[in-house]
């Protein structure tokens, strides 16, 4: 048996959950018409697929511990494959989010902790930097497929088809699982519950409390929950800063009772002290804004493409193709270059490179695409995004010793997810309230009549949603307004559309350049793990 043959199962099964969302994102309006839905509840079906495995992952490594990394592996897979097979078939959009969002996440939060666990187990120095480095390229390559795969199958077929082949993919993965090795056994280590509703709340309450931000508001409150028609207003305020506090305290009570634990002699959820470890803690830091970045991107660029520019989803996939070529491509130069530079220059000169491509996709977006600094845009990011992606793994992995290579990859996996579910809500907020602050001031300041901007009043009393610019003319005819009228406000709702998109970029910018901050903690030269011990001690900042 060659000795890659493992990192091919264990680079199979993270294919399929990367490709998932990426799949997700560019058959966004097909799915919205199919379901008969809408594109604020798909943000809220891929943030709470991401929160689902965010919220429960600590669990999920630590149920590797307890059975077994091969053995949680396989029950990931067949859990994932059951959510798969419901998603494929799902007749609306709540079995789908049970599907996807809820039973899909459950069986990744077995299978990401235990693929960073068993590629500690099943390779050593350079063939370890190597085979996550590989991960990383596979990330990239489902990066680059998803798009084309997915818009190709939802253009000529149905995107329903994409989750059949993932069931087939995970098939073969679980049929396969006996080829990687495993020293770890089942052990009698009990979970602490309290430790897992503590955090799985806590997360889910922060995050959830982001994502209504675009329809409560943030402080001030909005459109308010109703309770036998009260809003629901505490103190005059939104329930978005109450429910973020409550879930921050949560996480507070966690991390007290996971030391209490530790004190007792009893098994913690996991060992708060890993966060004293500042390469641990600066690498995970990276990780999580990586995510929020690329999240981000794969939620506006999509609605751009199809809902402003009217694309169509192989179209919208071709035009994301740079960004995934680059990204496997500088996976591969990135892992060349650990050779050369330490991994805090190479992961600082990708966050350069992001905040520059951010700045080049703020460029590009009008009425017309600038395709040309476009391209630019998404290949420079998946660039950058390739140099994060073939050094973070290691740095992680390499600052503790191989006891603990499953709680780290715990930590990754909720790293991994709560940056994706911060990235979609927040940009989502930001998308979505800059393009009704746009809209309505706009309408209000056109030579439309009063009755049309009545009209459009009345049908905006629920906020503005996103839809296709194509569609405007005929829900405001329907709303009757005149074929003038409606030509107008079509105007002003595409342009809307891009001076929200352009907000969107520039928080990305800004969220890019400030990830830098994260990095003064990354070693500053090669880390290797000699004997089960990290050999890099102590980096300058």
């Known amino acids: 048996m060659s000795k890659w043959t493992a990192i091919a199962v264990l680079g199979s099964a993270q294919f399929v959950m990367v490709l998932d969302s990426t799949v997700m994102n560019v058959s966004i309006s097909t799915v919205v018409t199919d379901l008969d839905t809408t594109v604020a509840a798909m943000q809220s079906a891929i943030t709470f697929y991401t929160l689902t495995m965010a919220a429960v992952m600590l669990l999920g490594a630590k149920l590797g511990d307890i059975w077994g990394r091969r053995r949680a592996f396989v029950i990931g897979a067949v859990v994932y494959s059951c959510g798969s097979l419901l998603t494929a078939l799902s007749p609306n959009f709540a079995v789908l989010f049970l599907g996807w969002s809820v039973i899909e996440g459950l069986g990744a939060v077995l299978v990401i902790p235990a693929i960073a666990a068993l590629v500690a187990e099943n390779y050593r120095d350079r063939d370890r930097v190597t ?13 680059a497929a998803g798009p ?66 675009k329809t409560w508001g943030w402080i001030l409150p909005k459109q308010a929950p109703e ?28 991390t007290g009772r996971q030391r209490r634990l530790a004190e007792t002699g009893r098994a913690p959820l996991l060992d708060v002290g890993m966060f004293s470890i500042t390469q641990l803690r600066s690498g995970l830091s990276v990780l999580g804004a990586q995510y929020a970045f690329t999240a981000g991107v794969f939620f506006m660029i999509p609605i751009y493409l199809q809902m402003t ?17 680059a990204l496997i491509l500088f996976s591969v130069v990135g892992t060349r270059l650990s050779t050369l530079w330490s991994p805090r220059r190479i992961v600082r000169v990708g966050q350069l490179v992001l905040g520059g491509s951010a700045v080049c996709l703020l460029g590009s977006v009008s009425l017309d695409l600038k395709s040309v600094v476009f391209g630019v845009g998404m290949f420079t990011a998946g660039a950058a995004l390739g140099l994060l992606a073939s050094q973070l793994g290691n740095v992680n992995m390499s600052s503790v010793g191989e006891e603990r290579t499953s709680e780290v990859g715990g930590l990754q996996g909720v790293f991994q997810n709560l940056g994706s579910s911060l990235g979609t809500a927040l940009i989502g907020s930001v998308l979505i309230a800059s393009l009704s602050s746009s809209f309505l001031s706009s309408v209000e300041s056109s ?8 009209a459009v009043s009345t049908q905006t009393a629920a906020g503005v949603a996103i839809v296709p610019v194509s569609s405007v003319a005929g829900i405001a005819t329907d709303a009757g307004l005149s074929s003038s009228d409606s030509a107008e406000l079509t105007r002003i709702y595409s342009e809307s559309q891009v001076s929200s998109l352009r907000v969107s970029f520039f928080a990305l910018v800004l969220f890019a350049l ?25 980096q300058s900042p």
Request: charged share 10%; hydrophobic share 50%.
């Open 131 to 143: 085979a996550y480095a590989i991960i990383g390229a596979v990330s990239g390559a489902a990066v």
């Open 148 to 213: 084309l795969i997915g818009g190709y199958v939802t253009t000529y077929l149905n995107w329903r088809y994409v989750f059949v082949s993932e069931v087939v993919i995970m098939i073969g993965v679980v049929l396969t699982a006996r080829l990687i090795s495993d020293s770890s056994g089942p052990s009698s280590t009990r979970i602490d519950v309290p430790s897992v509703l503590l955090s799985a709340a806590g997360l889910v309450l922060v995050v959830y409390g982001m994502l209504q931000s």
């Open 227 to 254: 309770i036998n028609g009260t809003p629901i207003e505490p103190l005059g305020l939104s329930l978005v800063p109450y429910l973020i506090l409550l879930g921050v305290f949560l996480l507070w009570l966690f």
């Open 309 to 325: 520019l009217g694309l169509n989803a192989l179209e919208t996939g071709l035009k994301i193709f740079p960004l995934s070529i």
């Open 447 to 454: 030579s439309l009549p009063d009755s049309a901007k009545a």
């Open 514 to 538: 400030g990830s830098l901050l994260f990095s003064r903690n990354i070693p500053n030269q090669a880390v290797e793990r000699r004997q089960g011990k990290t050999r890099d001690a102590r």
